[in-house]
T-cell receptor, first 113, second 114 residues
């Protein structure tokens, strides 16, 4: 079945470091891919998305490119801030039927000054 | 600003109680979802609904039921709460069918069953 695999956390970085959070997926057909972010004590917010191969989603300095050949959607940011500390979830839309997102396990990011 | 509102942020209930978690969205979305979130397990889908009075089981429906009498409201019911249902519960909604549409999430309800 469809699934999403994320790198395990926590990821701990110093402010202004480069961030990569790996995400790979298994799916029938060509799903849309998403990154969600969850700040402490809050629900999930959509961070960025890509709907087809080679699309690049971007928002708030974060980027991710939909790579069909490697079935990946890695999240990157060139210079992280303390305020980026959160849990990041990679997700894909169920390939058939109704609109049902499948999530990875989440990766916690901690950024220190 | 569009919203998904969950009625309680924190809830403490006793074992065996019947518990209602309420979720309301103001975006006229067709689809609504209930997830639970546990450390190390990520988000797991409990139930979802793609229309009024329609419901589908997710990955972990045991011990739960749902109700959707109106388009904007989706309720999760714990028939007889147990300690293993202590968790963060997240409601979400989405528009239409097919690809490309993300979810809008509520802020979550942290339920503790004692």
């Amino acid at each position: 079945g469809d699934s999403v695999t994320q790198m395990e956390g926590p990821v701990t970085l110093s402010e202004e470091a480069f961030l990569t959070i790996n995400c790979t997926y298994t799916a029938t057909g060509y799903p849309s891919l998403f990154w969600y972010v969850q700040y402490p004590g809050e629900g999930l917010q959509l961070l960025l998305k890509a709907t087809k191969a080679d699309d690049k989603g971007s928002n708030k300095g974060f980027e991710a490119t939909y790579r069909k050949e490697t079935t990946s959607f890695h999240l990157e940011k060139g210079s992280v801030q303390v305020s980026d500390s959160a849990v990041y979830f990679c997700a894909l839309v169920f390939s058939g039927g109704y609109n049902k997102l499948i999530f990875g396990a989440g990766t916690r990011l901690a950024v220190h000054p | 600003d569009v919203k998904v509102t969950q009625s309680s942020r924190y809830l403490v209930k006793r074992t065996g109680e019947k518990v209602f978690l309420e979720c309301v969205q103001d975006m006229d979305h067709e689809n609504m979802f209930w997830y639970r979130q546990d450390p190390g397990l990520g988000l797991r889908l409990i139930y979802f609904s793609y229309d009024v009075k329609m419901k589908e089981k997710g990955d972990i429906p045991e011990g739960y039921s749902v109700s959707r009498e109106k388009k904007e409201r989706f309720s999760l019911i714990l028939e007889s709460a147990s300690t293993n249902q202590t968790s963060m519960y997240l409601c979400a909604s989405s528009f239409g069918q097919g690809f490309g549409y993300g979810y809008t999430f509520g802020s979550g309800t942290r339920l503790t069953v004692v």
